[in-house]
């Protein structure tokens, strides 16, 4: 008779698998809550203490830690000597093994849980047996996803046991679960022990979909989430439309990042290719989104909105008059649900926007490389900022260049950004030079740059931006300041009466 060893935490699809392998003449070996479980549903077990000879220790912490186990794991079955010596023991074969692992992200997550629980809930001889029967995997399959139990089930059902292949693939699923769950605990202990870049960098991502392609139709691409996603499209719930594409994913990141420098004020962000190209906060989400649709109409085209209060069915039929990509809201009326879902393909995704982003750190990924860094969360208030000019600032103008420092930064570099009366009005956007970025921001404002305020991602090396900042009427310009030629541009704004500050903290975006 063949034995299968069950060890699970996930106890989904347990009964029946394990009363399969039974009428399959599989003999249940199982351990603790699991042994329980099966026999609570009328399945015969053998306790693991039976095949070790030895009871279950330190409240479970030791009781598959043991030879008997272990080399009726590792027993290379057409190895002469590996047989004779569990003969020579005594160690009966272990033919199957179905094992997932204590609940530790789950732990992770509660509320208010201790650092000791956290601890007891790192799983020693599950990954240990997963791993001894993996390795073996030419000879025993391993199971560590309820979700391949009715696969197994039926090969043995049909050929007696598994395919090598099969096997295989098992194996390789089971060093996957490991490696996640190892590199769970260890995010936990090094953002406990505060170290923010350890000598090596263990990450885990979960499979949310695959997608129909990449950035283009030849490119294979799939969407993951990390381990705790908050403020983030993985958390997101799509209430219709077609399924996100991979740009979708991208352009909806980008804008939610815009939004959440606004919050607890109406804002509306449109967003194309990874750029605002429209921003407006208002007194209500209605006035922020006119806002922002005014000040690019035509880029919004084929774009995504991005908004921090609920849809309701004035701003649902002015949204619909246009074509989206994807709106994202914290909520939608069922008013503005019947008028947007009028457009079949359109994404509707519902994201509480209160939520805190929940990554501190941010990943880019370079030709067999990985550049790791702080998210770029930098602020600035009025008190920041270092007036440099002859001239101050307005109150009015002051706001503005605030306003416009908080979306800058998010405007790819070299940036440049106008705003006026709470909205942009253009917006220059990954130029070689600063000046021509400028030049693109003051061409989109057209009438509207007159009396404007200006904001730039970094400092000015030259004068030649001031210079077309007074020739288009700006009044006021915000930017980091550092240039060992600051002097050259703070004379150039005093010269046409161009009030400007220093915020001492640059915004590039690569």
């Not at 609920?310 to 914290?330: M, N, T």
């Not at 009028?342 to 995704?349: A, C, D, G, H, Q």
């Not at 956007?429 to 030049?439: F, L, Y």
Request: include cysteine; hydrophobic fraction near 40%; aromatic fraction near 6%.
């Amino acid at each position: 008779m063949k034995r299968a060893l069950i060890s699970v935490s996930d106890k989904t699809g347990l009964s029946d698998f394990a009363k399969g392998l039974q009428e399959n003449g599989y003999e249940i070996i199982s351990t603790g809550g699991t042994k329980k479980a099966l026999e609570d549903s009328g399945v015969n077990c053998i306790s693991i203490s039976d095949i070790t000879g030895f009871p279950e220790i330190m409240d479970g912490r030791v009781k598959t830690l043991h030879p008997n186990v272990h080399g009726a794991l590792l027993c290379v079955r057409d190895n002469p000597e590996h047989v004779a010596a569990i003969r020579d023991l005594g160690i009966e074969d272990i033919d199957l093994v179905c094992v997932n692992l204590y609940p530790f992200r789950e732990t992770v997550q509660k509320e208010g849980v201790s650092h000791a629980e956290i601890i007891e809930n790192i799983d020693i001889g599950g990954p240990s047996m997963l791993r001894s029967a993996s390795k073996n995997y030419r000879y025993i399959p391993v199971l560590c996803d309820p979700s391949d139990y009715e696969k197994v089930l039926t090969e043995i059902r049909e050929n007696g046991e598994t395919s090598l292949d099969t096997r295989e693939k098992l194996a390789a699923k089971v060093f996957r679960h490991t490696a996640r769950y190892d590199a769970m605990i260890a995010d936990y202990l090094t953002k406990k022990t505060n170290e923010e870049f350890p000598e090596s960098m263990t990450i885990t991502f979960d499979k949310v979909q695959d997608l129909r392609y990449g950035e283009n139709p030849h490119q294979h691409a799939a969407f993951y989430a990390g381990m705790n996603p908050q403020y983030s499209l993985a958390n997101a719930k799509q209430l219709h439309g077609k399924e996100l594409s991979y740009n979708n994913i991208q352009d909806g990141n980008a804008a939610i990042e815009v939004l959440k420098d606004f919050e607890g004020t109406p804002a509306a962000v449109g967003l194309k290719h990874m750029n605002p190209c429209g921003v407006g906060i208002g007194n209500t989400i209605n006035e922020a989104w006119d806002k922002a649709y005014d000040a690019d109409p035509v880029s919004i085209f084929g774009g995504i909105v991005a908004l921090n209060e609920p849809v309701d069915a004035e701003l649902a039929e002015k949204l619909s008059k246009i074509f989206l990509e994807i709106i994202i809201a914290p909520g939608f009326t069922p008013e503005a649900m019947e008028i947007l879902t009028r457009k079949k393909n359109i994404r509707l995704l519902e994201l509480d926007t209160t939520l805190a982003p929940n990554n501190t750190l941010k990943y880019t990924n370079v030709n067999d490389g990985l550049l790791v860094q702080d998210m770029d969360r930098a602020s600035a208030s009025a008190e920041d900022l270092v007036c440099v000019t002859n001239r101050k600032p307005t109150d009015e103008e002051l706001k503005q260049l605030l306003f416009g420092w908080k979306v800058v930064k998010h405007v790819k570099s070299n940036a440049i950004v106008l705003v006026k009366d709470d909205q942009t009005i253009g917006v220059g956007a990954g130029q070689m030079n600063r000046v021509g970025a400028a030049k693109i921001a003051i061409e989109q404002a057209a009438d509207k740059a007159a009396g404007s305020v200006m904001a730039s991602d970094a400092f000015f090396p030259m004068p030649d931006t001031v210079e077309e900042a007074a020739k288009a009427g700006i009044t006021a310009i915000i930017q980091p300041g550092g240039s060992i030629k600051d002097q050259l541009s703070i004379d150039e704004c005093n010269k046409h009466g161009i009030a400007m500050v220093f915020t001492g903290t640059r915004h590039f975006k690569h």
